[in-house]
């Protein structure tokens, strides 16, 4: 594998992409816009749709961990490991890809160019808001 890369055709791998913050490479120089932003909604969607999944798997694949060895012998409470696990995948995709693509709507409307950190930010930010929002249980009280 050349240069570190994993991908199809001379592109980047996934986690090369993740780790050096070019999201979604692009093919020629299609755009005026700067190489290092990100310009295109759906380029400015998946950056942000893409951190958001993966600071929610990095939260809850440990507490999906933990509850699983804790509660092992647990006729039922061994099962609520998988619902986390399931609530870490299913929460981005359901609603990630919806504020993701709200976000990105706003940036495109404004006409602003979006810095893949901006795009991090963003991402983690909306994980951020979804365990604040779990560890105080603002929606039990309502």
């Known amino acids: 594998m050349e240069g570190g890369g994993g991908g199809l055709g001379g592109e980047p791998g996934l986690l090369q992409q993740i780790l050096s913050l ?5 093919v020629g120089n299609v755009t005026d816009c700067q190489r290092a932003t990100l310009c295109s909604f759906p380029e400015m969607w ?9 600071s ?29 696990f399931l609530m870490g995948v299913l929460g981005p995709i359901s609603a990630g890809i919806l504020t993701s693509a709200a976000i990105a709507g706003v940036y495109k409307a404004a ?4 810095i893949p950190f901006e795009a991090l930010v963003l991402g ?5 808001c979804v365990l604040i ?3 105080l249980r603002i929606l039990a009280t309502l």
């Open 111 to 114: 006409g602003k160019e979006m």
């Open 124 to 128: 983690v930010g909306q994980t951020f």
């Open 56 to 84: 929610s798997l990095f939260f809850h694949i440990p507490a999906g961990l933990l509850a699983l060895f804790t509660l092992r012998h647990h006729k039922y409470g061994r099962f609520m490991s998988v619902g986390i």
């Open 46 to 54: 998946y950056g942000v749709f893409l951190w958001a999944l993966v």
């Open 22 to 26: 070019r999201l979604v490479p692009r």
């Open 133 to 135: 929002v779990s560890f």
